[in-house]
Antibody, heavy 118, light 112 residues
Framework: EVQLVESGGGLVQPGRSLKLSCAAS????????MAWVRQAPKKGLEWVAT????????YYPDSVKGRFTISRDNAKSSLYLQMNSLKSEDTATYYC???????????WGQGVMVTVSS | DVLMTQTPVSLPVSLGGQVSISCRSS???????????LHWYLQKPGQSPQLLIY???NRFSGVPDRFSGSGSGTDFTLKISRVEPEDLGVYYC?????????FGAGTKLELK
């Protein structure tokens, strides 16, 4: 069974940093692209980052480019999101998701809440 | 960025009924590899999104055949027949042809 479990969320002040983690199990982690998708309270979904199988290629929307960094440790079956210079508009539930060859996200974690507030 | 426009925003339905959700993109979703990367998700209340349909018309594992997707280019539709209580929630389309990937704003399926 595919499982994705996020951790590391919490309350953080504007301008500070936070690192999210996602522990994967139930599949060969190194064979899949991985991604982060977020959802602001009562809002829709926003794609945040994608990383290739080896980690050599990463992709971001302009809203987080230069502030967020996606990374992975295939030996630990873990995905990370380093978030720097956080803004109030980064407040959201962050989901870890598995990418597939169809370029969709087929499995999602339960999400972790990040609140950026002073 | 590709703008994904979903309609309607809210969709009242009776159990056993049939509904359609539209998703239109601001530019063609045909990739240079010839595929169209348009997908549909359902987010049930209090849950994470779940994949229903990938690449326009392919049902994901375990998704009942009451769900069907169609369309091409910039115009796509999700149809749900014989609506059941577990189908209620917010439906999103996602395009992954072009970076940045973009979602529609969502369609809330609710009981009449």
């Amino acid at each position: 069974e595919v499982q994705l479990v996020e951790s590391g969320g919490g309350l953080v002040q504007p301008g500070r940093s936070l690192k999210l983690s996602c522990a994967a199990s139930g599949f060969t982690f190194s064979n899949y692209y991985m991604a982060w998708v977020r959802q602001a309270p009562k809002k829709g979904l926003e794609w945040v980052a994608t990383i290739s199988t080896s980690g050599s290629r990463t992709y971001y929307p302009d809203s987080v480019k230069g502030r967020f960094t996606i990374s992975r440790d295939n030996a630990k079956s873990s995905l990370y999101l380093q978030m720097n210079s956080l803004k109030s508009e980064d407040t959201a539930t962050y989901y870890c998701a598995r990418g597939n060859w169809e370029r969709s996200f087929d499995y999602w974690g339960q999400g972790v809440m990040v609140t950026v507030s002073s | 960025d590709v703008l994904m426009t979903q309609t309607p925003v809210s969709l009242p339905v009776s159990l056993g009924g049939q509904v359609s959700i539209s998703c239109r993109s601001s530019q063609s979703l045909v990739h240079s590899d010839g595929n169209t990367y348009l997908h549909w998700y359902l987010q049930k209340p209090g849950q994470s999104p779940q994949l229903l349909i990938y690449r326009v018309s392919n049902r994901f594992s375990g998704v009942p055949d009451r769900f069907s997707g169609s369309g091409s280019g910039t115009d796509f539709t999700l149809k749900i027949s014989r609506v059941e209580p577990e189908d209620l929630g917010v439906y999103y389309c996602l395009q992954s042809t072009h970076f940045p990937y973009t979602f529609g704003a969502g369609t809330k399926l609710e009981l009449k």
